[in-house]
């Protein structure tokens, strides 16, 4: 690790899930914290490591990978498995001694870690049913809103990765921590334009009514280009039939193949009606793909002009807006340039910077604490 003496070691017990973009965020933030002396303690969630993921962790020296088969909070009846996941974490704690704890979810929040708490808002039921449903969440989440604003209130530093994100938390959970917001970031070195072909892209989990995948496939028989999606298609049940003439459906693809995708795709679709941040689409940028996104406030927020927006239930309006792109080079040339130049803001290496002075303000906070607390 060049250059990673001259910073003093630091320990992070972080918990990430398997399921969907959260992996791919607390892999790159490793990553870019290998050159600062940080090591992590990493506990997976949500669903079995994928062979693929164990490889990407094992390739970093700076993370210890703990493998687990607990639920996630929004999974169907988690609450028996979220109490004995959170007694083990206490547990791996009091074994290891981290200096920070790292939580990418909510309930851990509460309970009683002995060291400094910074947890990230990366999505949440409340804000997904206010906009996916247009209503307040049915009593059947009352235990899960509970508990993710204990978790909530109890941590040391929110954070979010857009302004969007944590005025939703702010709002929903009466926060009254103190939060700030990190952008997330992409390696530009794993992202690259490759000569472009006539196909659209699409990608994530497309089982999730938040990424509104169904409205690209509603609009596919009025789209004059081959359409290609990527992703998880079933979950607990739900699945979105993706069987029309000009779809191609490519299945869950590791990285390099994600990657070698959008090198090729002249445009990306996701009509999103939640999407907190993002990954997918910053990946898209960075490729050379034109974006059409949903028109809601995060992504205007991220991508400002630098994307062509549409409405999130407007098929049609979508097939004209391909089709325009499609026909027009241009138009593609100059989107697809404002969106790469967009991309550049978000980097691993902004990322990093801001993360790194977030956990040594909680360091410094907890020790002007021991110092306060120590006899005259």
């Known amino acids: 690790m060049e250059g990673s003496a001259k910073y003093k070691p630091l320990r992070i017990l972080m918990n990430t899930d398997t399921v969907g973009g959260v992996w791919s965020y607390s892999l790159e933030l490793c990553r870019a914290l290998i050159p600062f002396n940080v090591q992590f ?13 164990r490889k990407e962790a094992g390739q970093l020296q700076n993370v210890t ?32 001694q981290p200096d920070l704890i790292h939580l ?22 409340g804000s997904w049913w206010l906009e996916v449903k247009n209503e307040q969440p049915p009593a059947i989440w009352n235990e899960y809103h509970k508990r993710v604003s204990e978790g909530l209130n109890m941590a040391d530093l929110l954070i979010a990765p857009s ?13 009254t921590t103190p939060g ?16 472009k072909e006539p196909f659209v892209f699409s990608m994530g989990r497309i089982w ?20 290609r999606l990527a992703g ?8 979105l039939d993706t069987k029309a003439g000009n779809v191609t459906y490519l299945g869950k693809l590791g990285a390099q193949e994600v990657a070698a995708q959008l090198s090729r795709a002249s445009v990306f679709v996701l009509p999103a009606k939640y999407e907190p941040f993002g ?17 809601i406030n995060s992504l205007n927020e991220i991508w400002h002009n630098n994307a062509i927006y549409v409405d999130t239930g407007d098929a049609h309006a979508l097939a004209r807006t391909v089709n325009y792109i499609t026909n027009n080079k241009a138009v593609r040339l100059e989107y697809a340039q404002k969106a790469r130049s967009r991309a550049a803001r978000f980097t691993i290496g902004a990322m990093a910077e801001s993360y790194l002075l977030a956990y040594g303000g909680l360091l410094k906070q907890k020790t002007q604490t021991l110092q306060r607390k120590l006899p005259i």
């Open 41 to 53: 303690i990493l506990v997976t969630t949500g669903a079995p490591v994928q062979p693929a993921q």
């Open 65 to 96: 990978l703990y493998e687990t088969d607990f639920l996630l909070e929004w999974m169907e009846a988690p609450w028996e498995s979220i109490d004995a996941s959170g007694e083990w974490l206490l547990q791996l704690e009091a074994a290891l």
């Open 104 to 125: 990418n979810s909510y309930a851990y929040g509460s309970l009683p870690w002995k060291a400094p708490v910074l947890m990230v808002a990366h999505s949440d039921v």
């Open 163 to 175: 302004q969007t994100m944590l005025d939703y938390i702010r709002d929903i959970y009466a926060v």
């Open 180 to 195: 700030r917001v990190i952008y997330n970031g992409r390696s530009a070195e794993n992202f690259y334009p490759a000569e």
């Open 208 to 227: 999730d009514e938040a990424k509104n995948i169904q409205l690209l496939t509603d609009a596919a028989p009025f789209i004059q280009s081959a359409i």
């Open 232 to 239: 998880d298609n079933s979950f607990a049940g739900n699945n």
């Open 279 to 295: 990954l997918s689409v910053l990946e898209a940028a960075l490729s050379g793909c034109v974006l059409v996104l949903g028109n």
